[in-house]
């Protein structure tokens, strides 16, 4: 029974124990629900698996199965976002404690519930469970945002070097708490339309809607919803990264933008979407997407910078090359970083041009094309948040040595290899015809298979190891569950 | 330009002889390649990268089959109601209209092409035909493009992906693909084709209709599940494709009517109405003009996407001069 309890008690009350079972969810549901589409389908493993798993897919009802899956996977990485902020911020007890327990519960009701309503027949006390999940992780945004209210003079910053108001406010933690804040009002605008459910809303995917000249407010409000909380995932992440690699730096100045930019994105962009600014809800975005990315910026300098700084410490007169290999030297800090820059040319450098040429080029495509290519833009900026957060759990469960630089290269390159794939298939009318495409197509899409294939054996690997020292007496589990990540910031 | 190529070469030969006399480049290379497991991957990644390269031949043979369908024929979808788009919605029509059993061939194609050109009706423009359109009304929407009264492209006549030819006076069906969808017709010359024999392109209402007939709410034009054998969409393993070189390619209009072609077993997979290829095969041209919009819609997915795009309401969408191989038309008429 102790064997058990003390299991349990690492796996649903140490943040790193919470992390795991969250990312070995989610390697589980990827790699099973990702055999059902693509060129798993192609190559007949869809059959395969809705026969052994006796699962019920209705074709009328596919965009709602695919936006529950969505939805499934976003709050259990929403729920590890939550357990690294509440690992990596002061925070009272009782706050950390109600958020995780609320989130966890939520989150693996979404998950559960919402899948088993979505895949297999409809039990309509099914669907309410996965609404119950979805409720718990509200309120557990509402806690966490009380928890992280910075203006709380226990949480003000005394040491000069990092970000903070005259008065001592601690930036870094005001926007923490302007995302938490954002985070939860923009859910609502994901909430409401799905209120209406069948009552004068009916499930879409915007993708599909796109080149409609009109819409409804609730397809507005539901467009807008899926690029704020993406985008808001983004942000958190970033912010998640620059506290564990302990953002700070002198030029103060560099600090405020890099800090303000979260709430810049936030409060003058995406929500415009939704209301009567929609016909310059794109102009808004611009003016807050640019600073942060300005914002990211900052972080990939202070970051790279620091690494080198580190790496050569102890070498007189560094040359670049031993400063190149000082950058390079810890792909799990490495990583982090760089995902955000190549993030540039896979998603933001390619979004801008689509922006910019949107008439001229990509709606002559046919819509079909243009679904391609938008599908693939938030595919691979969800995979990058996936990316760095494998990346920051490598350290997290404290990989060294060969093992580390093994572990973190693979991720770094085989996800690179299959965004840079997805981002030539997903421009490809740009440089190729339909009728000649056919090699090009199946060249990209060996190199996406084999780069997320091998991304999801490397982190099966990890999810066996870490399930076999669970078995141990003494195994790595047991100094993990005492410790916390705020004593590991770097 | 000439001289400045060969002295580019010459310099970059000498160069790298000289490195490889020195053993430089060889050094290198055994650096980065130290282990045999490097070598086998870059060599694998290099081929796989080359594939991409690949010429292709769009002109491979293909098998010819005859269905034993009449693409002349048409089909009369009877007045009253029916359940229209993904969520069923009541939708009627209140009159009788009938439309093409097949998508038009190829052949029907070529020989409206030879007629209207010698008849002036459309006309050569440089590498494309061209035929009078009287235009859109222009409502100043958002994204959308002015479609004044004039000539619009009809076919190109220079596609190698195009299944006719063109001599400078005379269209021709090449060998084989007489009973294939006509493909590479931009919507204005679905329009025209339509038109000019009297008869118009179906609205959408009318095309969702003729495809799920009016008894439930299928999802197909055969029922609820798709399988392989029901139509041609991507990867759909039919005689005509091949993904490892050209990819997916039409097949004959009527093809899936249960026949067995060689070892090849087709479902007979007509709509209710007994229409042939309402999904798969080419996106057919909606005739629909919405106020605002300058796309026309397209329906009945293709050979070159996956299955749940194959299903009715499914929406494709392009500006009217769009043309492609994977997309083509039907027409409907009042009885």
New interface residues.
């Given amino acids: 029974m102790q064997f058990i309890k003390d299991r349990f008690n690492y796996l649903f009350k140490s943040t790193k124990g919470l992390i795991l079972v969250a990312i070995a969810l989610i390697g589980l549901e990827t790699a099973l629900f990702g055999m059902l589409?693509?060129p798993m389908?192609?190559f007949g493993v869809r059959d395969v698996i809705v026969r052994v798993f006796k699962m019920d897919l209705i074709?009328?009802e596919?965009?709602g199965r695919i936006i529950i899956l969505y939805h499934s996977i976003a709050m259990a990485v929403i729920a590890i976002e939550t357990y690294m902020i509440t690992g990596l911020l002061k925070m009272k007890e009782f706050y950390k404690t109600a958020v995780r327990v609320l989130i966890t519960v939520g989150y693996l009701f979404a998950m559960i519930f919402g899948m088993g309503f979505a895949y297999w027949g409809h039990n309509w006390a099914l669907h309410g469970l996965y609404i119950a999940g979805l409720t718990l992780i509200f309120f557990a945004g509402v806690l966490l945002t009380i928890a992280l209210w910075p203006w709380d003079k226990n949480y003000y910053q005394s040491d000069k070097s990092y970000a903070r108001t005259k008065s001592g406010v601690d930036m870094e933690r005001a926007a923490f708490f302007a995302t938490a804040l954002t985070t939860v009002i923009s859910a609502l605008f994901g909430a409401v339309p799905g209120s209406y459910y069948s009552n004068g809303f009916?499930t879409f995917l915007a993708e599909?809607v796109i080149?409609?000249?009109?819409k409804t407010a609730m397809q507005y409000s539901v467009i807008g919803h899926l690029h704020i909380m993406l985008a808001l995932i983004a942000i958190m992440l970033t912010l998640i990264i620059g506290r564990w690699l302990n953002f700070k730096g002198n030029p103060a100045q560099d600090r405020h933008a890099a800090d303000h930019s979260r709430h810049h994105v936030i409060n003058l962009g995406v929500w415009g979407v939704v209301t009567p600014l929609e016909p310059i809800a794109h102009m808004i975005i611009y003016v807050g997407a640019t600073p942060a990315m300005l914002g990211a910026l900052m972080l990939v300098i202070f970051g790279w910078d620091k690494f080198i700084r580190e790496g050569v410490a102890g070498i007189q007169k560094p040359g670049s090359w031993q400063k190149f290999k000082a950058l390079l030297h810890d792909p799990l800090r490495f990583g982090p970083l760089w995902q955000m820059v190549f993030m540039n040319f896979t998603v933001s450098g390619i979004g801008i041009f689509y922006a910019v040429r949107?008439?001229e080029i990509f709606?002559?495509?046919?819509?079909?094309e243009e679904r391609i290519e938008l599908t693939g833009h938030w595919h691979v900026l969800s995979a990058i948040i996936a990316t760095i957060i494998l990346l920051y759990y490598g350290d997290v469960i404290g990989l060294k040595g060969k093992l580390r630089k093994l572990y973190g290269w693979a991720i770094i390159l085989l996800s690179d290899l299959a965004f840079a794939s997805v981002t030539i298939f997903e421009t490809k009318r740009l440089f190729i015809?339909?009728?000649?495409?056919?090699?090009?197509?199946?060249?990209?899409m060996?190199?996406m298979d084999f780069g997320l294939g091998m991304l999801l054996v490397v982190l099966a690997m990890v999810m066996v190891w870490r399930l076999l020292d669970l078995f141990k007496k003494k195994g790595r589990w047991m100094a993990e569950a005492e410790h916390e990540l705020s004593e590991e910031v770097k | 330009m000439k001289r400045a190529i060969i002295v580019s070469l010459r310099g970059a030969f000498f160069a790298t002889k000289q490195s490889l006399r020195t053993g430089r480049l060889l050094r290198a290379w055994s650096r980065y390649a130290r282990s045999a497991r490097y070598s086998t991957i870059a060599l694998a990644m290099t081929l796989?990268?080359l594939?991409?390269?690949?010429p292709?031949n769009?002109n491979a043979p293909a098998p010819v089959y005859d269905t034993g369908v009449d693409p002349n024929a048409w089909a009369t979808i009877p007045a009253g109601s029916f359940l229209e788009g993904?969520?069923?919605h009541p939708a009627s029509i209140d009159y009788d209209y009938q439309m093409m059993v097949t998508d038009v061939t190829v052949a029907q194609y070529v020989d409206f092409l030879n007629k209207a050109l010698a008849d002036g009706t459309l006309k050569v423009d440089g590498d494309r035909i061209v035929g009078y359109y009287p235009g859109d009304e222009f409502h100043g929407?958002?994204?959308?493009?002015h479609i004044d009264a004039g000539d619009y492209i009809i076919v190109p006549t220079n596609?190698?992906?195009s299944r006719f030819t063109f001599g400078g006076n005379k269209f021709t069906v090449k060998t084989g693909w007489e009973n294939h969808p006509m493909t590479n017709v931009s919507w204005f010359g679905a329009w025209t084709y339509c038109g000019y024999n009297g008869w118009r392109l179906p609205t959408e209402l009318e095309w969702e209709k003729a495809a799920r007939g009016s008894g439930d709410?299928r999802?197909?034009p055969w029922g609820?599940?798709?399988a392989r054998n029901n139509a041609n969409f991507?990867?759909s393993r039919d005689p005509f494709e091949d993904?490892?070189?050209?990819?997916s390619r039409t097949t004959p209009v009527g093809f899936y009517n249960g026949q067995t072609y060689g070892s090849y077993v087709t479902l007979n997979s007509a709509s209710p109405y007994g229409l042939y290829d309402m999904a798969g095969n080419v996106w057919q041209w909606i005739g629909d003009v919405?106020p605002?919009?300058s796309?026309r819609f397209?329906h009945g997915g293709s050979k070159?996407?996956?299955?749940?795009?194959l299903?009715i309401w499914v929406?494709?969408?392009?500006?009217p001069t769009?043309y492609?191989?994977?997309?083509g038309f039907r027409c409907a008429r009042n009885p």
Wanted: hydrophobic share 40%; with cysteine.
């Fill in positions: 589409s693509g389908a192609e074709q009328a596919r965009e009916e599909n080149r409609l000249p009109e949107l008439d709606r002559m495509w046919p819509h079909r015809s339909e009728a000649t495409q056919q090699p090009l197509v199946n060249t990209v060996v190199l | 796989v990268i594939a991409s390269c690949a292709m769009l993904q969520f069923d929407a958002k994204h959308e493009i596609d190698p992906a709410d999802p197909f609820y599940d798709i991507y990867s993904m490892s070189a050209f990819g919405l605002g919009f796309d397209m070159d996407i996956y299955d749940m795009d299903r929406r494709n969408s392009a500006t769009y492609s191989p994977g997309v």
